[in-house]
């Protein structure tokens, strides 16, 4: 399914950053980023990390997976700390939403000046 996919996925975002390339920030939410090479279209990737724990509980939660699926999901993806380390910039989602929004605000702050 991706090997069909992804190349309309691709061509479609790059056509839609063309299209809003006047705009200051841009900002895409990518699940498989890393895996599926989106990252050289960007400027800069900002990273929303947790702990394995909490994404492990988080995912559950959200999906009604069991552990072991949940796990199944997880390693399937490039792992956490590999997008740490490739990230321009980190998150950290441990704490409160409001907390996360303060980094955000802080982040675009830092960007757009």
């Known amino acids: 399914m991706n090997a069909i996919t992804a190349p309309v996925i691709r061509q479609a975002l790059i056509a839609q950053m063309a ?30 990390a947790v702990s394995h724990a909490t994404q492990l509980a988080r995912l559950m939660a959200r999906n009604q997976l069991t552990a072991e699926a949940a796990e199944l999901r997880i390693a399937s993806q490039l792992p956490l700390a590999e997008k740490r380390a490739q990230a321009d910039y980190i998150l950290e989602n441990e704490g409160s939403l409001a907390t996360l929004q303060a980094q955000i605000d802080s982040l675009l702050t830092k960007i757009t000046d």
């Not at 699940?31 to 090479?37: A, D, I, M």
């Open 19 to 48: 299209a809003i390339k006047q705009a200051s920030v841009v900002v895409v939410d990518i699940p498989l980023l890393y895996e599926q090479g989106y990252a050289e279209l960007f400027d800069g990737v900002a990273v929303v």
